[in-house]
């Protein structure tokens, strides 16, 4: 699948819209987009830009069933439901990426002089950004230059000139290290960034999944290996039908004012009192499809694509992390949308021995992925679903008891976007809460549920026209 055939399924499927009217990249575009998506609308094609000839598409996975479509999975599946398929594909073998000799994204090819990143209609989101977005459904592609593995990471990309690119990659990312592996070695990181794209790979791209090269990682969602070309400038695999790559390098020492940009929390962050210095891409080549299409994602407070993204990722990493670490009956997970698609997390299990459940919630912020700025997680038995948020409600009012069942943890990773963090502080760190609203196990006169009386409720059913109720 490329994005051309991830967009005519979501318009076969009634959840796109072109939109044809004139359009203007400088926040009118947004604004639209996330309109849209508050109201759980339709991914849009922007087709006539103010200034540009080339299409925007924004709100790729705005609802369940667009992510559904992209991962090739049925699409009355919840978040819930096809995060546990992709645990069960990517837990087995991963099916790597294979090389092929040419493809589309080799259609123009722009060079020298001629690179000038303002040919696509590159938004500006929202006022106080610092400029015009070219990545924010980006993928960076490095190698590390010690293990010689692939990395793709998505880190927003801002737009300084016709030739370079605000990269944030934030401290203590995979590509941060490798960034940081260049610099001790004296070198310029090679780089490739991809917009527009099997959107699988955007999806990987944005997943913090140790070891696994994320092109195998799709690969073995697809079924079939990711095609990629070997760039001739960089030595860098890209997927061979991108809309658009930017090819370059970057400088560690070359730091340039990046941002602030309106983050996925709904705040912008302390830049917006000091602009920072980010690694920046130098652009020596630009490959692009014909009529090539920007992909964008909108942003903005809950819930937007973004955050529809974050919660299926970070739902299937923690399954597939828990699932590793041999945890016995868990039952399903789910990492909120609401919650800005990674705070809070829910778990679901069948206990099975005196402090399962205490293990679960341990286990979630002990993960690669609930290490990272998960702030709550909440467990509940296995007779609630992770996704039921009234019934994880009702667990927490009728079998949580707060003194005993909350376990604070004083130190942990957390994102320094999060603004709930101290703006003096390096906002480097967290705190974290681990709720169990399960009814202990050990306990020999468990609390009784009212029950219907089978038998009473067979006559009701086979009355119920009778009672003239609907
Ligand atoms: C839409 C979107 C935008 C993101 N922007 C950034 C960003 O600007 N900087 C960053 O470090 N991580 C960002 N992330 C999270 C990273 O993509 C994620 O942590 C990923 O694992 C990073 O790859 P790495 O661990 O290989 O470095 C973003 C995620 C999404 C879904």
């Not at 004296?186 to 090269?213: E, H, N, R, Y």
Request: net charge negative.
């Amino acid at each position: 699948m490329d994005l051309r055939d991830f967009i005519a399924r979501c318009e076969a499927a009634g959840e796109l819209k072109r939109v044809k009217a004139e359009v203007d990249w400088n926040l009118e575009l947004s604004h639209v987009a996330k309109l849209v998506e508050e109201k759980g609308g339709p991914a849009l094609l922007f087709e006539n830009i103010k200034d540009y000839n080339s299409p925007v598409f924004t709100g790729a996975f705005g609802t369940s069933r667009r992510l559904a479509i992209a991962l090739g999975m049925p699409e009355d599946y919840s978040i819930c439901d096809l995060a546990r398929e992709w645990t069960k594909k990517t837990i087995s073998e991963l099916i790597p990426a294979q090389e092929v000799e040419d493809g589309p994204v080799t259609e123009n090819v722009v060079e020298g002089n001629d690179v000038d990143l303002t040919m696509f209609p590159v938004p500006k989101f929202y006022p106080l950004d610092g400029g015009r977005y070219i990545g924010t459904a980006v993928f960076l592609v490095v190698r590390d230059p010690e293990t010689g593995k692939i990395n793709l990471g998505t880190y927003r990309m801002q737009m300084l000139d016709e030739k370079h690119c605000g990269v944030q990659i934030l401290p203590g990312k995979r590509g941060d290290r490798i960034l940081k592996k260049y610099k001790k070695m004296g070198k310029k990181m090679p780089a490739a960034a991809v917009i527009g794209c099997d959107p699988l790979l955007f999806l990987a791209g944005t997943l913090m999944q140790a070891g696994a090269s994320e092109y195998d990682v799709v690969g073995s969602v697809r079924g079939e290996p990711a095609e990629i070309i070997v760039s001739d400038l960089t030595g860098l695999p890209i997927p061979a039908s991108a809309e658009i790559v930017l090819e370059g390098e970057i400088d560690p020492d070359d730091l340039r004012p990046e941002g602030p940009f309106g983050e996925y929390t709904g705040y912008y962050t302390d830049e917006l009192y000091q602009v920072k210095k980010k690694p920046c891409l130098a652009v020596k080549r630009i490959l692009h499809r014909n009529n090539p299409i920007l992909w964008a994602t909108s942003v903005g407070r809950p819930v937007t694509d973004v955050h529809m993204l974050l919660s299926f990722t970070r739902t299937a990493a923690l399954w597939s992390d828990l699932e590793r670490m041999r945890i016995p009956g868990i039952q399903s997970v789910y990492v909120l949308p609401e919650s800005a698609g990674r705070f809070w997390a829910i778990v679901s299990v069948k206990q099975m021995y005196p402090g399962h459940s205490a293990q679960v919630g341990n286990a979630v912020i002990a993960t690669t992925t609930g290490s990272y700025g998960i702030k709550g997680v909440i467990v509940v038995d296995d007779d609630i679903a992770a996704d039921d948020i009234p019934r994880v409600f009702w667990a927490l009012a009728v079998r949580y008891n707060p003194l005993r069942d909350t376990e604070i943890i004083k130190r942990g990773r957390s994102t320094p976007l999060d603004p709930s963090l101290d703006p003096d502080s390096n906002k480097l760190i967290t705190s974290r809460i681990i709720m169990d609203a399960t009814i202990p196990y050990e306990w020999e006169k468990k609390p009784v549920e009212i029950k219907f009386d089978e038998a009473t409720l067979a006559k009701v059913r086979e009355r119920w026209k009778e009672y003239g109720i609907d």
